[in-house]
Structure formats: C-alpha cells, structure tokens
C-alpha cells in the first residue's frame, strides 16, 4: 500500500504497511525517506507484514511527535494502537537504534524481537554533531540537490564520496569488489535520501540503562563500519544480556549488500522465525 498518514493520541505519523501476518516494524536510518527501500520489505514474501512508519522529522511526521528517542518510542506504541497491532518484531536501522531500544524499553509487552542492524547506541561525538548541523540542518535541502545532482552527472564520484564516511577500508579498492547491483542499490539510496528535520533529533538522542531489556536481541554490525563503529555493537552486548552480536564481513556501513547480503538475510529470517 501506499504511504498514508494515521492521526495518533500522540500525533500525525506517516507509515507503510505491507504483507499479511506478524508485523516487523522497520525503523529506517539517518536521511531515509519515504521511498528508501533496503530490502526489508521482502520480508513480506515470508509471511510477514512490514510496517515502515516515518520517524518524527521525516517525511510527513512532524518533529514533535517525538523529538527524543524516547518520545519517538512512545508515538511508535501510538501508531501500533492506532492500527491495532498489539505487538511487533522491530528492527532499527542506522540512526534509529536509539529509538528501538527506547521502544524495548518503554514498551516490553509490544517488543517480541529487537534487531539492530548497523545501529547506532551510543552517543554522538560533538565534532560529527557540527558536522552533521551544517550540512544537514536549515541547508539540507540545498546539501542534497547539489549531491542528487552529482550523482546524475559523476555518480562514480558520488558513490566514492559517500562511501569515505562509511566505511574504514580503502574506497577505491571496495567500489572494485562491487557488483553493478550493489552500485545501484547506492544510487537508489542516495536518489531517495532527505534529512528533513528528522536528522537533527537523531544526533542528539540518548538511552540509559540497556540492561532493563530482556526480549531476544540481534545486533549486527560490520567491523569495518566508519559511521557507526563496533563499539556501539559491543555497548549492547556488555549490557544486554538477551543479546546476541553478528558480526558481518561487509567493507561498508551497508551489509544489505555484497557478499555478506545473502548471509545477513538469512540470520534476520532465522532470528524472527525462531
């Protein structure tokens, strides 16, 4: 179905809702959109409904439905009472690690699962915060028009761009390693990508005492991920002590792609199947 909007005792939240079954909520990362798809939405294809809602600052969901973590979580619990799904598997991608586990946190009875994928669970350094401010605060919409238009006319350059803030290893030498699937993946991810104000809660949320959860959780990281590095993996595996940490071999941030795709699908299938 098409993005539509649900009025919440919380506010308005902009949200997808696909497939028959139990519902994983999929909580996209940092400057995804409405049209981002990481393929989660195959999930659908497994007897699962995917319900992708528009965290506070994206798309159509004002950023005062929930400017911290855990105001987000809890107009996350309003969507769910709004659509009467009493509980669901959540995966939280990216920069919205945060907001899962606050959910977990907040919402016991509604959380069966937690996935983490490439998430982050620390806090932000203050330099990546300023850079993050300039780039992507009153300029954002000027910042992604000048990067939508360098990929239209040098998208190599584009993509090399993007990928020195996401990952540790040598970029000219992972472009090579990449299948011309992988490098369309990153066009599609960059074309679809707005921060609108939603970015801007995301760097400063914050979440306390991790040991007070206790669903089953699946954290899965890469140890050459630049943006978000193993140490917020390995925040959650010292303090939850439900959680199992997956280390994935992907030279990137990104481990929906590469050699490592096929492996990091079959694990989040396992996991929720389990």
Not at 124 to 144: L, M, P, S
Not at 173 to 185: A, N
Request: with cysteine.
């Amino acid at each position: 179905m098409p993005p539509t909007i649900a009025n919440t005792a919380k506010g308005p939240i902009e949200y997808r809702l696909e497939g028959s079954g139990p519902t994983v909520m999929v909580l996209n990362g940092g400057h995804c959109s409405r049209e981002s798809r990481l393929s989660h939405e195959q999930l659908t294809a497994q007897g699962f409904s995917v319900l992708t809602p528009s965290r506070p600052g994206y798309d159509d969901t004002p950023p005062d439905v929930g400017r911290t973590a855990q105001e987000a979580a809890d107009a996350l619990a309003a969507l769910l009472d709004t659509l009467h799904i009493p509980e669901a598997d959540v995966i939280g991608i990216s920069a919205a690690g945060p907001t899962a586990l606050a959910f977990a946190q907040r919402h016991p009875s509604r959380t069966r699962k937690l996935i983490l994928e490439s998430a982050v669970a620390t806090d932000w350094d203050e330099q990546t915060k300023r850079r993050a401010r300039v780039g992507f605060g009153r300029t954002e919409k000027v910042t992604w028009a000048a990067m939508h238009l360098m990929l239209r006319l040098f998208p190599t350059a584009m993509i090399k761009a993007l990928l020195h803030d996401l990952t540790i290893l040598d970029v000219d030498e992972v472009v090579k390693r990449m299948s011309p699937g992988d490098l369309d993946f990153i066009k599609r991810m960059i074309h679809t990508s707005r921060s609108g104000t939603g970015f801007m809660n995301d760097i400063e949320h914050h979440v306390d005492n991790l040991a007070a959860i206790t669903q089953p959780v699946l954290v899965m990281y890469s140890p050459n991920d630049k943006t978000v590095s193993p140490k917020n993996a390995q925040r959650v595996g010292a303090e939850v002590t439900t959680c199992e940490l997956y280390e994935v071999p992907s030279d990137t941030h990104l481990i929906w792609i590469g050699r490592s795709a096929g492996p990091v699908w079959q694990k989040r299938l396992s996991f929720l199947k389990s």
